[in-house]
């Protein structure tokens, strides 16, 4: 009984160190990208070892919102490729976005991207949460996840980050990242879309006058309720339960475009309206 105690003792502190090696790790990592999205410089590779999995992944991103000087107003949903689904465990990812990084749509809104990273543009559907999601809830079904809905707007999410190669290095890398966002554009309300047919809410992209990218939103599993669904859960996992007045960006509709400062995009969702910007080098 004796020796057993012992060899709970030891196995309790082994595990403490782990973890502790583990948030040091986060930490750096965290720190690396905080200060380059500070200074607007780019990456030439990942901060550190790769995160291994999503947990991991996760605690560089909470540990970079806690120091990031801004408020949270929000979340972006990502896919996970298919190949990689079973390998984590998710079809989505998570991510940050923060105050600064909102912009109301209006005719040619200028919006950042990081000179040698990544920056890309992806029209997207985003909810508005109506109340406060239950601190300990993390199982949704897509019916509670819709009641915490007030409305659904049109939208592009600004995607960014300090390094070049984030989707190349897969979803732990994205999610380290704060889920490489670097903002929101936001439009106006959708008419009536907890009653249409997801093949309705539809959108077309262009690049500088050339369409790159069309879609509707039945190409998102479950459709933007569906991001939700995973969101919600996800978000009290990691102790940030969802909160009324935050905006939820669903997931790209037309893919995910590649732009470069003085390049200008287009979201037009028809007859819910259209969104123009035009990317200019942060500082």
Known sequence: MQGRKTGDVVENAVTQARSEDCRKTAA???????????????????????????????????????????????WKVGMISPPLRARFGADRVAGAIFDAGLREARDGVEFPVFVGGFAAVEAEFVLRIAHDAPSGKVEWTEREAQALVSAMHIGIETAGSPLATINELGPTVIAADFGNNAGLILGPPVRDWAVRPLESLAVVTSIDGTAVGRGDASLLPHGPIGALQFLAGQAAKIGRPLRAGMLVSTGAVTGVHDIKPGQS????????????CFAVAAK
């Open 265 to 276: 995009a287009l979201a037009n969702f028809g007859s819910d309206g259209s969104i123009s």
């Open 28 to 74: 750096a990592i965290a720190k690396s990208f905080v200060a380059a999205r500070r200074d607007a410089k780019s990456l030439a590779e990942f901060p550190g070892t790769i995160p291994a999995d999503l947990d991991a992944a996760y605690l560089c991103q909470d540990l970079a919102i806690q120091a990031w000087p801004d408020r949270l107003i929000g």
